[in-house]
Structure formats: C-alpha cells, structure tokens
C-alpha cells in the first residue's frame, strides 16, 4: 500500500491532470453513447416493439422512449397506416396520373371459374397491423403470407361462381365474400392483420377470347334492348285497350241504365194515362188527339186547311204569302 501511495507520489501533477481529464473525456463518450443508443422516438402512426437479446420484451406507444443500449433493440411497426396489396396489376408511378403495369403479374390474376371458363381478374387488399406482436412473432414474412392468402382465397371465390357472375352481376358479392374469407384466415394463422377493404379493380375475359365475349355482350345487351322496347310498346297499348274497353262497358251500362229508366218511366206514364182514360174516356182521346196534333202539325210546315167543299182557297194562300214576306 505504501508502495503504492509511493508510486502515485511520483506521478507528476501534470500526467495526474492529463489523466483526469481524459477519465472526464471517456465518461462523456460513454454517457453520450448511452443516450444516443438509449433514446428513440416512435412515430405517431406506430408503435414501437422492444427486444432484448431477440426476445420480446415490450410494447412502447408514440413519442420519445428509452431503451438498453446493446442489449435492446426496437422494431417499428406502423399500426395506422393502411397498406395495400396489388393483384394482377402494380403501380410503377404515383402522382396525379398514377401508370400501372401488368408486368409479371399474369399468372395470379387468372381465374378458373366455376363453369369452366377463364376470368382475369385485378384487385386490391386494403389492410392494418392490429396486433404488432403477432405481426413480427407469430409468422415468418406475414405480408407474403397475405398474399399468398388472399390469391388462395380469390381462386376460391370465384371457382364458385360462373363467368357471367364474375364479369357482371357478382363483383360486389365476390369483394365482400373474399374480404371475409381473407380476414378469417388472418385470424386463424395469427398474422396480427385486419382486412380495410378488397376492391375489385377490373374484371375481364382473357385476351385470346375477349372479341368474341364482347360481341356476345352486344348481343345479349341488343337482345335486352329490344327486350325493353317491346315492353315499352305493350305498356303503352295494352292499357290505352284496357282503358277503351273500360269506357265502352261503362258506356254500354250508362246506356242500358238509361233504356230501363226510359222504359219504366213510360209504363208510369202508361199507366197514368190508361187510369185516367177509364175514368173519362172521351175526354182522354180528346186530350191526346190535341196533344198529338199540337205535336205533329208544327213539323209540316206550310199548311192549308179546307173545308170538304175546298173553297176560299186562294184567300188563305194569299194571307200565308204575305206572313211570309
């Protein structure tokens, strides 16, 4: 010990406080190191998974955090972003004018369909990380995994379904289907994924066979056209007839309601008058001569009325003359 106090003795004041300084310079190092290797920041879409020596340790939210230096390491994984997946096609270029290609992309998009026939079909997976520790623990390469799930899952869905629905009338129920489908298997192979969205992007025969399957759309849009135009020409005739004919009944009704009344109001009359001519017979044909009379003779015009013998004829055809005048 003494040696010891002797030999520090013996270092000058000035290696003494060379030293110093550079304990002071290493400690500076280390503590700089220390906190650059020990403090990150997460984003604020993501969260942060801390490992230690490859093990999870835990899970770290948004801003700045601290970890081991050397013994931890953080995995960003960006958990409100929505991330897609491109089938059939790609995006070589975003912008305002965003430039597809269909590069290498051929033998995923075509489909069997479930009448034997080929489809080419394009779409779109829109998904989130849900559950980061299953994303980065629980399958190697989940996003391949997606993929190879989800064009499973589409030869599935449409291997159910003819040409025509696949081309036509089922896109919608096709997109909903395999947005379910793909979401159960993620869940079942525990890829830490949620399914947004699957959008069909565009759905066509293949190219060797896409001129005769649009001339037999055409055809059958034609055979609908005309379809609708025949329609069209029966619901204009057929109840403008309905209606004819409704009118011509409610007319021949009308009618025989009128010939009854008629009919009825004569045997009233009839009756009255045949009462009343046995009452008074005389004076009932007297009555109805006059009547008949006073009908009949303002219908005949110029009238010349004689005696048996016919004389005075003139005088009268005189006074007729000038009441003409």
């Known amino acids: 010990m003494a040696q010891q106090q002797f030999n ?6 000035e290696v003494r406080s060379i030293l110093r300084r550079w304990k002071t310079i290493v400690v500076v190092i280390i503590l700089i190191i220390i906190g650059f290797g020990g403090i990150f920041q997460i984003g604020a879409e993501e969260v942060g998974i801390v490992t230690r020596f490859g093990g999870y340790s835990r899970t770290v939210e948004s801003g700045l955090n601290f970890k081991i230096p050397f013994m931890e390491q953080v995995k960003k994984v960006p958990v409100e972003r929505q991330q897609k997946q491109e089938f059939g096609f790609r995006t070589s270029s975003a912008g305002v004018r965003t430039e597809y290609t269909r590069r290498g992309t051929k033998d995923e998009s075509l489909m069997l369909t479930g009448d034997l026939n080929l489809a080419d079909v394009e779409w779109v997976v829109q998904y989130r990380v849900d559950n980061p520790y299953n994303f ?7 996003e391949n995994t997606l993929r190879d799930v989800s064009e499973a899952a589409m030869r599935q869905v ?3 379904r003819t040409v025509n629905e696949v081309l036509t009338i089922g896109r919608a129920e096709i997109a909903g289907k395999l947005k379910q489908l793909v979401q159960d298997l993620c869940r ?7 399914i947004d969205q699957v959008v069909l992007q565009d759905v066509n025969p293949p190219d060797p066979v896409k001129a005769a399957f649009n001339a037999v759309n055409e055809a059958q849009q034609q055979k609908e056209t005309l379809i609708n135009q025949a329609k069209s020409a029966y619901n204009k005739v057929i109840p403008k007839a309905r209606g004819q004919a409704e009118e011509t009944i409610q007319k021949a009704e009308g009618y025989a309601v009128e010939r009854v009344n008629n009919a009825k109001g004569e045997v ?4 009255e008058l045949y009462r009343e001519y046995i009452r008074a017979p005389e004076v009932t044909k007297r009555r109805l001569y006059l009547e008949t009379m006073q009908d009949v ?19 009268l055809l005189q006074m007729q003359l000038k009441n003409q005048k």
């Open 8 to 13: 520090q003795s013996e270092i000058p004041p």
């Open 136 to 142: 980065l623990f629980k399958v190697r390469n989940p």
């Open 158 to 160: 449409v291997g159910d």
């Open 188 to 194: 079942e192979y525990s890829l830490g994924l949620k």
């Open 268 to 271: 009233v009359r009839f009756n």
């Open 297 to 315: 003779i303002p219908r005949l015009g110029n009238k010349i009325i004689t005696d048996q013998e016919g004389n005075n004829v003139l005088p």
